[in-house]
């Protein structure tokens, strides 16, 4: 097994780390494209050998590019990154638009290969007609142009949102309702007013429990304005591109084309989807809003509507009436160091695994490393950079770092975070933890002989599942006083956990139409190209939820998610409709029976297999809707 990899420790080796290693891996592939097309006899196996070669090159171009453009702290270096990315991503379209390889690879004889090789073979078909091999040259050419520019419109997106970084002012009784901490942490200024900013650890604390809604309003509106207006002039030919490259190559739109090796298959499948989903939710999500609506009237009687700067403190405040569950009380519990060890702790005792603190060289002195081992063998290493700074990624996401490739490559992946140093809110450590399983994805997936299958590389509409799945473990009262104590060492009570879950059911409808809002968008946006991006976006969020947008904001261009998910926000909900059917599997959550079970038929075997047939190797059935409309009912 080689060695995890050796970060630098200067600025200037930062910069060969972070473009000359990218471009000496990009020029390897290309020789290894030379030797397939020598002429020389190979078998089948051999020649996918060589393919699998070529693809851990470019992946591991991209993937440590990927991370660093998204967090180092020296601007050069992410631009150098980005620029890798780019560099990176053309080199993919390039090779799967190549008419000559894929001829080679349509001439091998798939007779005598296991089924794995025979899973490669056939995807890289697929693929290859996914990227025009099969056209004219012409057509080839104009594949791949579209192919980089869409990189780098998307790279372009994302910088301006992890850029975007804002700033409101308010009067000191502005923080009417805050916990005493956060007051503190924010000191009245010279000229008699308080910072806050767009960070999640402000934004999420103001949400939930700031009384002046003025207050939530202004900050709101500031995070929903984030990169506006300079994605403004970047989305409308993102989606122009993507739309081209669609009709290009036969698809009717981009949602076909992005669904075709996913779980829905089709842009229809995705509609009729969002279509269930309303459903679903319709009724139990209008009788949330009419009661967060006379809520809101209590302290504000003029008001028409409950807005997105009103739903979470609204929901905060009647589960604390309705539940006697107190968010400050249970902030009380979750220091963030007891947390990062409980999550530690109930991950390794669910998969058998263990953490070992490293002390190595990463790209920022926050960054926390850990190897983790299974059987005394070290299996993975992952790197945990949790708390927010300025030019950094400012959402939470598992970045992989190194595909797992079986004796030769360990598996490596970061989780990149905003979390507050002291006190964490519930939600938040339940981000921590679905983040969390897909950073354990990619680590017991990553045993694998071929790079397409490493980590989490199932059907993108599937890869949510196994995240959302371990969201449950965080309100679990077993799981939860193992690690949330408050000061004086006691843990949270049984009780309170029971109210809390018995709370997060009211108000789930809502916030599930607010997750159809973003799908709808992320959907809409790329099949109807509408000219009005704001109107569009406005309309579609409109008929997905009663809870208004700010008017005069402009979501769609902080909205992260359209670079990397495209069209297919949807991806969220049809996951956890899996996630829900999943955990019907497990005899209890820390059951050691169900838990090696469901590592050794969900997590371990990668992309090595369909998902639909993973879920039914551990359910022993396929996967239904029955537990995720109990869980919309509350039940």
């Given at each position: 097994m080689t060695e995890p990899i050796a970060f630098p420790t200067t600025s200037a080796d930062w910069l060969t780390f972070a473009g000359t290693r990218s471009d000496d891996r990009l020029a390897h592939a290309d020789e290894l494209v030379a030797v397939l097309k020598d002429g020389a006899q190979r078998t089948t196996l051999e020649t996918l050998a060589i393919w699998n070669d070529i693809r851990l090159d470019v992946h591991r171009v991209l993937a440590e590019a990927e991370v660093l453009s998204e967090v180092h702290p020296d601007r050069e270096v992410r631009e150098a990154a980005e620029a890798r990315v780019a560099a990176g991503e053309a080199k993919s379209a390039e090779l799967m638009a190549d008419a000559e390889l894929a001829a080679i690879f349509a001439a091998t004889d798939p007779e005598g290969l296991d089924a794995g090789a025979a899973r490669v073979r056939d995807h890289l078909l697929r693929d290859f007609r996914r990227g025009g091999a099969d056209r004219a040259e012409a057509t080839r050419e104009k594949a791949r142009e579209l192919a980089a520019r869409d990189s780098d419109l998307s790279l372009a997106f994302s910088r301006n949102i992890r850029e975007g970084r804002r700033e409101i002012r308010v009067a000191p009784e502005g923080l009417a309702g805050m916990p005493e901490d956060f007051v503190a942490q924010h000191p009245v200024g010279d000229d008699g007013l308080v910072v806050l900013s767009t960070d999640a650890t402000d934004v999420m604390p103001v949400s939930n429990y700031a009384s002046?809604?003025?207050?939530?309003?202004?900050?709101?509106?500031?995070?929903?304005?984030?990169?506006?207006?300079?994605?403004?002039?970047?989305?409308?030919?993102?989606l122009d591109v993507r739309q081209q490259r669609a009709d290009l190559l036969g698809y009717g739109n981009w949602s076909d084309y992005e669904t075709e090796d996913r779980m829905a298959g089709s842009s229809a499948r995705v509609a009729s989807f969002l279509d269930e989903v309303d459903e679903a939710s319709a009724a139990a999500s209008a009788r949330e809003y009419d009661l967060l609506l006379a809520r809101l009237r209590e302290e504000e009687p003029d008001a028409e509507a409950v807005t997105a700067a009103d739903q979470l403190y609204l929901l905060t405040r009647m589960h604390a009436e309705r539940f006697a569950v107190d968010s400050q009380e249970v902030r009380s519990y979750l220091a963030f160091d007891r947390v990062l060890g409980g999550l530690l702790a109930t991950t390794a005792r669910l998969f058998g695994i263990v953490y070992v603190p490293v002390d190595v060289p990463t790209w920022h002195e926050d960054v926390r490393s850990y190897d983790v081992l299974r059987d005394g063998a070290r299996i993975g290493r992952i790197h945990l950079d949790l708390h927010p700074r300025e030019g950094k990624f400012n959402h939470a996401a598992c970045f992989g770092l190194a595909p797992g490739l079986r004796g030769r490559v360990l598996p490596e992946a970061g989780l990149v975070c905003n979390f507050p140093t002291g006190l964490m809110e519930h939600r938040q450590v339940q981000t921590f933890f679905h983040e969390f399983g897909?950073?354990?994805?990619?680590?017991?997936?990553?045993?694998?002989?071929?790079?397409a299958f490493s980590g989490v590389a199932t059907e993108w509409d599937f890869v949510e599942a196994p995240s959302q799945m371990l969201e449950e473990w965080v309100w679990d009262a077993e799981v939860l006083q193992a690690f949330a104590l408050n000061d004086a060492g006691e843990p949270i009570p049984g009780g309170l956990v029971e109210r809390m879950r018995e709370a997060d059911a009211f108000g789930r409808a809502l916030l599930v139409r607010t997750q159809l809002g973003h799908a709808r968008v992320s959907y809409h946006l790329h099949v109807d190209r509408p000219a009005d991006l704001a109107a569009a976006t406005d309309h579609w969020y409109e008929v997905s939820t009663p809870v208004t947008r700010l008017p005069g904001t402009h979501h769609y261009a902080g909205f992260g998610h359209l670079t990397g998910y495209g069209s297919c926000y949807y991806t969220y909900q049809w996951s956890l409709v899996i996630a829900r059917d999943l955990l019907t599997g497990f005899t209890g959550l820390l059951d050691p029976g169900s838990a090696a079970r469901y590592r050794r038929e969900i997590l371990e075997p990668g992309g090595s297999r369909d998902a639909a047939d993973l879920v039914e190797s551990f359910l022993?059935?396929?996967?239904?809707?029955?537990?995720?409309?109990?869980?919309l009912s509350g039940r």
């Open positions: 002046d809604r003025a207050t939530r309003i202004a900050l709101t509106a500031a995070r929903a304005d984030l990169a506006w207006p300079e994605n403004d002039a970047v989305l409308p030919e993102l897909h950073l354990v994805h990619e680590i017991l997936g990553g045993d694998q002989e071929w790079v022993g059935r396929p996967f239904t809707v029955d537990a995720y409309r109990e869980y």
